[in-house]
């Protein structure tokens, strides 16, 4: 079984700033991809940034970046220089060898002030 | 590039009347498909998963069925729906079931049941 956790139901940061949004997850699965999705209020889900597990390197896409920590089995995405438009729900998922269906994380509200 | 479908964007049906949603992939070939269901606030459950035409599995026991009668179909059913039953339907699809493909979204279906 696979879990993932985000303990933050809500953050808030100032515009310009960065902010880290924390996820921990739980699998006995050996080869596994952790994803972070934003929601905004439309609904659509909008993948953002993935690692793998066997990923030497910490994953990063624009302003998006994923600190990876295996040992401590947590998959933080960091957003640099927030703007506006980044004010949105984001999951955490993790996905394992099981026919490829993603778990996912409660999810964290965030709100970004001008 | 591929793109995802879902229609209707959004539903309003009484209780114990029955459902059909329908998701359409374009752009590629013998896709894995998965319904997941977002109820308000939380994260994504899994519904159904399929890995190829008339494959479907169930992930948790409900008052819906799932169907792929073409490649790139996957439609959502149920002949009497529940007040439970309502949410926000997202459709999504990936390469395979390798734990580093990506899975994209569709827009979904939010679903209200009066």
């Known amino acids: 079984a696979q879990k993932i956790t985000q303990t933050q139901p809500g953050m808030f940061v100032q515009e310009k700033e960065a902010v880290t949004l924390d996820c921990t997850y739980d699998t006995s699965d050996p080869s596994y991809g952790l994803f972070w999705y934003k929601q905004p209020s439309s609904g659509e889900m909008i993948f953002l940034i993935y690692?793998?597990?066997?990923?030497?390197q910490n994953a990063t896409e624009g302003r998006y970046s994923l600190n990876f920590q295996k040992a401590r089995k947590s998959a933080n995405l960091v957003i640099s220089a927030s703007q506006l438009g980044d004010s949105a729900m984001y999951f955490c998922?993790?996905?394992?060898?099981?026919?490829?269906?993603?778990?996912f994380g409660q999810g964290t509200i965030l709100t970004v002030h001008p | 590039s591929q793109t995802i479908h879902q229609w209707p964007a959004t539903l309003v049906q009484p209780v114990g009347s029955p459902l059909s949603l329908e998701c359409t992939v374009e752009?590629?070939?013998?896709?894995?498909l998965y319904w997941y269901r977002q109820a308000a606030g939380r994260g994504l459950q899994l519904l159904f998963y399929s890995v190829g035409i008339g494959q479907i599995s169930s992930e948790v026991p409900q008052n819906l069925s799932a169907s792929r009668p073409q490649d790139r179909q996957f439609i959502l059913s149920s002949k009497k729906l529940l007040l439970s039953d309502s949410g926000f339907y997202l459709c999504a699809w990936s390469l395979t079931s390798r734990p580093y493909n990506k899975q994209f979204f569709g827009p979904g279906t939010r679903l209200t049941v009066l």
């Open positions: 752009g590629t070939s013998n896709p894995n």
């Open positions: 690692q793998g597990s066997y990923d030497q």
């Open positions: 998922a993790i996905r394992g060898t099981s026919y490829g269906k993603l778990t």
